[in-house]
C-alpha cells in the first residue's frame, strides 16, 4: 500500500502530466486550424479531448487541493496537540524543580541545626590553640566570629579575658598553661594533637628545659597504651571476651603498623568470627521466641557489621516478613 506522505506528489505528477497533454492538445488545434483542407471532424475531436484534459485536471487539482487542506488541519490540531503536552510537562518540571529547590533549602537548614554544636567546639578549639600560639589577631577575629555566628556574647567576652590574660603573663606561665593543655591529651590519648602542641612550643621556646623535656614525650606514651592494648587483647582472647576483643581491636587500629596488623590478623579474625556466631544464635532464638523486635535489631547489627557474610545474606532473605510481623504484633 502507497505511503499516504506520496501522495500529494504523485498527484501533482499525474496533474502536470494532465495539464502537459492538455497544452499539447491546444497547440495541435492551433496547428490543424491554420493548415488548409483540414476535416471539420478531426478539430472537433481534438477540441473535445481537450476540454476532457482540462475539466480532468481541474477536478484533480481541486481533490489535490482538500487533501492538502486537510492534512494541513490534522498537522494543526497535532502541532496544537504538542504544544499543549508541552506546557503540561513544563509545569510538572517546574513543580518538581521548585519542591527540589524547597527540599534543599530545607536540608541546608536542618544541617546547620545538627552541625551547629560541632562547628562550635570546633571554632572554640581554633580560638585556644591560637592563643596558646600568641597569635593574637587570628584569635580575636575567632572570638568575634563566635559572638556573630553563634551569639555566645558571655563566652566570646570571657575568651577575651582569657585572651588578654595569657598575652600579659610571664613565659614562665604560658609554658605551664600549655603543658597541663599537652598532658591533657595525653589523658585522653589524642597524641595527634599533643604532638603539634609540643611542635608548637619548642618553636616559641626552642631553649627552654622544660619544653626540651617535652622532646619525645608523646610517642613513648602513645606506644605505651598500645603495648597496653595488646596486652588486653590477648587477655580476651584467652578469656574469650568476645564483646571486649572487638571494642579493643576498633580502638587499636589507629596504632598498628601493616606488620603488627597482618601479625595479629588471624586472632582479629576469631574474635569476629566468634561475635558473628553469638549474634547469629541471639537471631535465631529471638526468631523461635517470636520476639521480632529484638531479632530485627540484631539482624541489622549482623547486616551493618558484617556486611559480606554469608549470615547476613540469610539475614537478608528474612527481614521483609519480620517487619511485617513485628508490624502486625503477631
Known amino acids: 500500500m502507497a505511503n499516504t506522505k506520496d501522495i500529494p506528489r504523485s498527484g501533482l505528477l499525474v496533474l502536470g502530466i494532465i495539464y502537459g497533454a492538455a497544452l499539447v492538445c491546444l497547440i495541435c488545434n492551433k496547428v490543424v486550424g491554420m493548415v488548409s483542407g483540414s476535416e471539420i471532424g478531426v478539430l472537433a475531436v481534438s477540441w473535445a479531448f481537450f476540454v476532457i484534459l482540462a475539466v480532468v485536471g481541474m477536478c484533480l487539482t481541486c481533490l489535490l487541493l482538500v487533501s492538502y487542506l486537510h492534512r494541513l488541519c490534522g498537522n494543526s490540531v497535532a502541532i496544537i496537540e504538542d504544544v499543549r503536552s508541552l506546557r503540561s510537562s513544563q509545569r510538572q518540571s517546574e513543580a518538581i524543580f521548585t519542591q527540589i529547590s524547597e527540599n534543599l533549602l530545607l536540608s541546608d537548614a536542618i544541617k546547620s541545626v545538627a552541625f551547629r554544636d560541632n562547628d562550635q567546639a570546633v571554632l572554640k578549639e581554633a580560638i585556644q590553640q591560637d592563643i596558646r600560639r600568641e597569635k593574637w589577631e587570628s584569635a580575636e577575629l575567632l572570638i568575634d566570629e563566635l559572638e556573630r555566628r553563634f551569639g555566645c556574647r558571655v563566652e566570646a567576652q570571657q575568651l577575651r579575658e582569657e585572651l588578654q590574660n595569657y598575652r600579659n603573663a610571664t613565659t614562665r606561665e604560658k609554658i605551664e598553661s600549655s603543658v597541663k593543655n599537652i598532658e591533657s591529651l595525653w589523658m585522653i590519648h589524642s597524641y595527634v594533637d599533643a604532638k603539634k602542641e609540643i611542635e ?44 571486649q576483643g572487638v571494642e579493643i581491636l576498633k580502638l587499636l587500629d589507629s596504632y598498628l603498623t601493616a606488620s603488627e596488623a597482618a601479625a595479629l590478623e588471624e586472632s582479629a579474625r576469631d574474635v569476629f568470627r566468634a561475635k558473628l556466631h553469638n549474634m547469629g544464635v541471639q537471631f535465631s532464638l529471638f526468631v523461635t521466641e517470636r520476639k521480632w523486635t529484638q531479632a530485627l535489631n540484631v539482624g541489622r547489627h549482623i547486616i551493618g557489621e558484617y556486611p559480606n557474610s554469608r549470615m547476613a545474606q540469610e539475614v537478608r532473605d528474612k527481614m521483609d516478613a519480620l517487619e511485617q510481623r513485628a508490624a502486625a504484633g503477631v
Do not use: I
Open 200 to 243: 608548637n612550643l619548642l618553636q616559641l621556646y626552642p631553649d627552654d628545659e622544660q619544653v626540651l623535656n617535652l622532646k619525645g614525650q608523646t610517642e613513648k606514651r602513645r606506644d605505651g597504651h598500645k603495648k597496653e592494648l595488646l596486652d588486653r587483647l590477648h587477655q580476651t582472647v584467652e578469656s574469650n571476651d568476645v564483646e
